[in-house]
């Protein structure tokens, strides 16, 4: 039974080992990272609002948005 209770965790570690040593981050930051550049790309380069592509949690999007790039996402 402790095999199974820990197995989810141990799958991580080779993951979280990567990112920290190539990208100097946790997978969770990494992954948001990735996130926001597709949706700076959505709305730059494919002309979308926020609201079209980002329909879940639109308020704390906007936050992480403005904070990583210094603009608002309506404004592009």
Do not use: C, N
């Not at 906007?62 to 592009?76: E, G, I, N, Q, R």
């Amino acid at each position: 039974m402790d095999v199974f209770h820990t197995q989810p965790a141990a799958a991580w570690l080779p993951l979280s080992a990567i990112l920290r040593k190539r990208f100097h981050t946790t997978p969770s930051r990494w992954l948001q990272q990735q996130r926001l550049r597709e949706a700076y790309h959505l709305l730059e380069e494919k002309g979308r609002r926020p609201s079209e592509a980002f329909l879940e949690h639109l308020s704390h999007f906007s936050f992480a948005f403005k904070k990583a790039y210094d603009m608002a996402p309506s404004t592009m």
